[in-house]
Structures are given as structure tokens and as C-alpha cells.
């Protein structure tokens, strides 16, 4: 049975550099938000299949990572639903156990893909030992904590459910004059 929440995945290797970017996101959340709700910050680390049951879980699902954007360090990009399932796909590189792409495909062949899903990204500068991240990088955390938190409260906004009732008429209109 899947919660109402959004899970905020951070993924990456926080002994790499600007690797560990989305890790990053999640500390600078709890720290500058904590008055978010109905939110699941959870580090993926690497990724594993381990994960799978918190997505499946989760109606709304926003990923947070480093990736080769072919854009300058420090650059953030939003991936909304199926371009992020695109983007997540696309052949690279990775240090991740799995890929994205890998838990995203499972996740839909189960039924359980989040509708409502997003990837926040932001491009590296250095992915190398060390546990410090760049200058660019660090200097992106607040944007892309700012694009997680609007997208929680967008999601939130939209499924709040409709006014469910019947409109008065007035007594003029209704027949039962006054």
C-alpha cells in the first residue's frame, strides 16, 4: 500500500568528490527545511536494489544525484517523469551498483513507478577522491534543495483532493421560493 509521501532519494559516493552531491542535498534539507512534511529523506548511497521497496512505496518520488549534464560545474537540471526515465536510461559511466535506470524499469514493470517522479541533477566538477565538493557543486546545493522543496509542495498542492459536496442553491432557483 503506498504512502502519501514523497521520497527524496540522494544518491551518490560521498568519497567522490562532487559524486557525493546528492547526499549533500539531503543534509542541506534537514538542516534549512525542516518544516517539510510528509517527506522520506533517504540516503541510497550507491544504489541497490535494497531500494526498490521504498519506491514502490512512495507516491512521489524525487532522485537527487550528480550527473554528466555536458553543461558548466555547478549547472542544476530538473528531469520530470518520463524524460527523467529517458535520462536515467541513456548509456554512461556510473559508480552506482545499479542504475537508476535499472530501479526505475522495475519499479514500472511492477506497477509501482510514482507518476509523480523527478530527478534533480546537477553537473560535476571533480569526481575523484576526496570528500570535499567543488566549489561550483557546493555552491548549487541551495538551488537544488529550493527545486526539491518546490516540487514537494507543487505535488502536495495537486493532490489535495477536490471539494467534494453539493453547492447551495439559493432558495430562488430551487423552486422552494421564499
Known sequence: MKNKNT???GIG???LADEGAGIQVLDYLH???PELTDVTLLDGGTLSFTLLPYIE???NLIVVDA???GAPPGSVEVFHGE???RFAGRPRRSVHEVSLADLLSISQLTG???ANRALVAVQPQHIDWGSQLSAAVDAAL???AGQVVDLTRQWAADSKPAWRGTTPVPAALSGRGG
Open 7 to 9: 521520497l527524496i532519494l
Open 13 to 15: 559516493n560521498s568519497l
Open 31 to 33: 538542516e534549512h527545511y
Open 57 to 59: 512505496d512512495a507516491a
Open 67 to 69: 550527473a554528466e549534464l
Open 83 to 85: 524524460a527523467m526515465d
Open 112 to 114: 509501482t513507478l510514482p
Open 142 to 144: 541551495p538551488s537544488m
